[in-house]
């Protein structure tokens, strides 16, 4: 079976991707796409026009939370809960986490300090919420590292940048999250998930767009 991974440089999705494939010592290869100019034949492979794509084979995958199950099962699925309802609800905090993940993308590339002030509050409520569910490690589920965790991992990444001086995670107010984050930012699969240059490629991107958080660092 061959594995071919799609790919934008800082795309937290295909992140996701990655950190389970290096987790779980799969053998892949990887293609790098821009997708302000992607090429034509990307186009016709992705459905959603988006990365995460895993080509299969011949076979064509998409969405990084079908992905990562997909690469799970084939592998022994030992990175999902065994109960159902379990199960459920880490796919539904997956969800949660694609949503953070936006939101944090907005926040970081806002241009004005009221589009950087409401993404940042609606952020700051999610990462409340995830610390009231998480209870005393030291993964989402406790004992048990899931996709949950290759989820919310590229999350801490992202806020992570400029030696976190960016970020919105106050160690005070939020200490699980503060310390589940720091975990998985020094698990090696995590750390190896993201390309050498990743951190210059993010703060250019925020640069360009004109980034109203970029003050912070100037200050």
Known sequence: MSLHLISFKTCPFVQRAVITL???????????????????WFLELSPLKKVPV???????????????????????????????????????????ASDMLGNLYQMKMSKDQERY?????????????????????PWFNGEQFTLADT????????????????????????????????????????????VSEFEDLYLQAMEKNGSYSLNRLAA
């Open 22 to 40: 290096k987790h779980k010592g799969i053998e892949f290869d990887v293609t790098y796409i821009d997708l302000a100019d992607p090429p034509d």
């Open 151 to 194: 989820a919310f991992a590229p999350l801490f990444r992202q806020d992570s940048v400029a030696d976190g001086k960016l970020s919105v995670i106050d160690p005070a107010i939020l200490p699980k999250v503060a310390a589940w984050g720091k975990r998985l930012l020094e698990l090696p699969e995590v750390r190896d998930s993201v």
């Open 54 to 96: 895993l080509e299969v084979d011949d076979e064509v995958l998409f969405e990084s939370a079908v992905i990562n199950e997909y690469l799970d099962e084939i592998t022994g699925g030992e990175l999902q809960p065994k109960d159902p309802l379990a199960r459920a609800r880490n796919r539904a905090w997956i969800e949660f």
């Open 117 to 137: 002030q409401r993404y940042r509050a609606e952020l700051e409520d999610q990462f409340r919420r995830v610390e009231k569910h998480l209870g005393d490690g």
